[in-house]
């Protein structure tokens, strides 16, 4: 099978643009998960996806928006963005509540 | 703030040596994983313990839970240059299934 892919996997966009990430989960996985790295933040969850469906969600502003489509995979979009939203941004999918697969990740960078 | 807390956040041993790394959490929990991430890339799955089970072994890890103190401890035994990464814990919360990540440990391993 197939793992969880990202595109694009490196970004550069300016201060007050947008941008969309794509994810494509593992084959039949329903749940995508979204999360956002920096070094002086870690790890924190974005939101999580189920059947088109928004589950979860993190404690990050209404720029950050997402989707998912019939097939599962899903996008996130970032608006207006800012200098901070520079980040490794990691998809993950699961199968049923378990294990999470991870992405390469897509690496933003904003100037 | 966030649920799981690695200690230590940084670790130097040398080549051979176990490595032992700690997480503690906050509150009840379906399972806790452990993921390994290389340098910047995507998280790999190591290993997941679900909250009545006590201890799990795979390969060079073992993994204990213990839910009445809400912390975790990964070990790896005889270690090796590959195993240098960053370690993090994640928590599958039981209220709402949201999976959180710690901080993580930079494990290096000295040739």
């Known amino acids: 099978k197939a793992g969880v892919t990202q595109t694009p996997r490196y970004l550069i966009k300016t201060r007050g643009q947008q941008v969309t990430l794509s994810c494509s989960p593992i084959s039949g996985h329903r749940s995508v998960s979204w999360y956002q790295q920096t070094p002086g933040q870690g790890l924190q969850f974005l939101f999580e996806?189920?059947?088109?469906?928004?589950?979860n969600k993190g404690n990050f502003p209404g720029r950050f928006s997402g989707r998912q489509f019939s097939n599962s995979r899903s996008e996130m979009n970032v608006s207006t963005l800012e200098l901070g939203d520079s980040a490794l941004y990691l998809c993950?999918?699961?199968?049923?509540?378990?294990?999470?697969?991870f992405g390469p990740g897509t690496r933003l960078l904003v100037l | 703030s966030q649920q799981g807390e690695e200690d230590p956040q940084a670790l130097s041993i040398q080549e051979g040596e176990n490595a032992t790394m700690n997480c503690s959490y906050k509150?009840?929990?379906?399972?806790l994983q452990w993921y390994r991430q290389n340098s910047g890339r995507g998280l790999v799955h190591l290993i997941l313990?679900?909250?009545?089970?006590r201890e799990k072994h795979s390969g060079r890890l073992r993994v204990t839970l213990d839910t009445s103190k809400k912390s975790s401890s990964l070990l790896i035994t005889a270690s090796r240059a590959a195993d240098t990464a960053s370690y993090f814990c994640?928590?599958?919360?039981?209220?709402?299934?949201?999976?959180?990540f710690g901080k993580g440990t930079r494990l290096h391993i000295l040739p």
């Open positions: 313990i679900r909250s009545n089970e």
């Open positions: 996806y189920f059947s088109e469906t928004q589950r």
């Open positions: 994640a928590t599958d919360l039981n209220r709402d299934d949201k999976i959180i």
């Open positions: 509150t009840s929990i379906n399972n």
């Open positions: 993950a999918s699961r199968l049923l509540e378990e294990t999470q697969y």
